[in-house]
């Protein structure tokens, strides 16, 4: 089955006790969820651990769309973002941030 939509991955910025190395802007995976028609994501960043980092959302989409991230998301008015389809974009969140898509028109 081909990929359709996007799908959004949840996890902490950088690794935990490695901050003077080199590393991944996606440390620790909390979540991940395919969303395949325009709607919003079930999952939401979870609340910081004390130490854990900025919660990063690694969106990938499938096809051109307008992407929201807020408690409740609108992907159809501003403020939104646009991701070009076979891109990824990284987007630091707050606690319980979702994820709203559409397709570009």
């Known amino acids: ?9 949840a996890g902490f910025a950088g690794v935990r006790g490695a901050k003077d190395t080199i ?17 919003t994501t079930v999952g939401e960043a979870p609340n910081a651990g ?9 969106i990938s989409a499938a096809a051109d769309s307008y992407v ?15 991701i070009r389809a076979g891109e990824r974009l990284d987007e630091p969140c707050e606690p319980g941030d979702k994820v709203a898509f559409i397709l570009v028109p």
Request: glycine letters at 10%; charged letters at 15%; hydrophobic letters at 50%.
């Open 23 to 39: 590393q991944s802007l996606l440390g620790k995976r909390v979540w991940s969820e395919t969303v395949a028609a325009a709607g």
């Open 50 to 58: 004390q130490g854990a980092g900025q919660m990063i959302l690694r």
């Open 1 to 9: 089955m081909a990929f359709a939509g996007i799908h959004v991955e």
């Open 68 to 82: 929201s991230i807020a408690k409740v998301p609108n992907a159809s008015a501003d403020p939104r973002i646009l």
